[in-house]
């Protein structure tokens, strides 16, 4: 072989030999080169599950409690401001796990589950149409005893089914309202009111809803002893002083209750003349000038030319 390709072979062999030498004070295990992925780790990834082993988990049990408060008002927020037996409201504990927080631990238990309880309203009658609104076991009566302890705002919504209602809407023992000792608010909010002229001839008898509504009210306030104030709100087609909304408030009056008003009928923003005026515009329609039974001021003589 000529001297000058054996000098070409051997500088080829001495590049390739140093080229296989691993640069010494690495510690990687990774080979320098290839054109293919490699299946050691890499320094990063090492990095990662090293800061994965020393991350803890958040003491959540060391916040102050005013801020555990708001997160757990965060976690509930999807729930509607009244519960109800409601297929939406299942959908929603079922489709977000919402109560999941309940089986963490004892601690977040006891503190989750009376704010749940202690901040929303529950419904004591169903109203959802179909086999809950017959239901002879309402919300109430499937809830165990220690959480209608907790349960500060009951709502009593009148008026689904006023020809015929339902047989499970009856306080007795077996609704458990004798367990709901927290409860300061009970909100009653009325749909319609049979006594008006537009229910003749379909209404069951003339007093009929207006009685079994009155009789619920006794009983309710007969099994929770703790009940304050009573808030009366309704849609705009119930009168104030029908026969509906006086026949319930003599029973609030006659057991002593303080009397609020909701938002949606706005019956505590109306102003005295402004509520005798819609009173006798009302009567004018249903039955006539001749019928009208208040008469505001400034209107005797439309009144008296009619």
Same mark, same amino acid.
């Given at each position: ?19 296989? #030498? ?20 890499? @320094? ?21 409690? !005013? ?16 519960? @109800?037996? @409601? ?25 989750? /589950? ?49 020809? /015929? ?52 009210? !006794? ?11 009573? !808030? ?10 029908? @026969? ?25 923003? !109306? ?14 329609? #249903? ?20």
């Amino acid at each position: 072989m000529a001297p000058s390709m054996r000098h070409h072979t051997l500088t080829l062999r001495n590049r390739r030999a140093i080229a296989s #030498v691993p640069v010494s004070g690495s510690n990687t295990t990774t080979p320098n080169s290839s054109t293919y992925p490699s299946a050691y780790p890499s @320094d990063a990834e090492d990095i990662t599950l090293a800061t994965r082993k020393l991350k803890q988990p958040f003491p959540f049990l060391s916040l102050p409690s !005013e801020l555990r408060t708001k997160i757990y008002a965060l976690i509930f927020a999807p729930f509607p401001s009244i519960i @109800d037996l @409601d297929p939406t409201t299942f959908s929603i504990i079922h489709r977000q796990k919402l109560l999941s927080l309940f089986s963490v631990c004892k601690q977040i238990y006891n503190e989750s /589950s009376h704010h749940f309880f202690s901040t929303y309203t529950f419904r004591i009658f169903p109203v959802h149409p179909g086999r809950y609104f017959k239901t002879k076991k309402p919300l109430l009566a499937r809830l165990p005893a220690q959480y209608r302890n907790s349960i500060t705002t009951l709502e009593l919504r009148l008026g689904p089914g006023w020809n /015929s209602p339902p047989r499970g809407w009856i306080v007795s023992p077996l609704l458990g309202l004798s367990d709901c000792t927290s409860v300061r608010v009970l909100k009653i909010f009325v749909e319609c009111d049979p006594s008006d002229a537009i229910f003749k001839g379909f209404r069951a008898g003339d007093g009929f809803y207006e009685g079994f509504c009155q009789e619920l009210l !006794e009983g309710i306030f007969r099994d929770v002893k703790g009940i304050q104030t009573v !808030e009366f709100d309704a849609f705009p087609g119930v009168q104030r002083t029908g @026969d509906m909304m006086n026949g319930l408030r003599e029973v609030v009056e006659r057991h002593k209750k303080v009397v609020g008003w909701g938002p949606e009928r706005g019956w505590g923003l !109306e102003k005295p003349g402004e509520v005798k005026e819609r009173i006798w515009l009302d009567a004018v329609l #249903v039955h006539g000038v001749g019928r009208a039974r208040v008469i505001p001021a400034g209107v005797e003589a439309i009144v008296a030319s009619a």
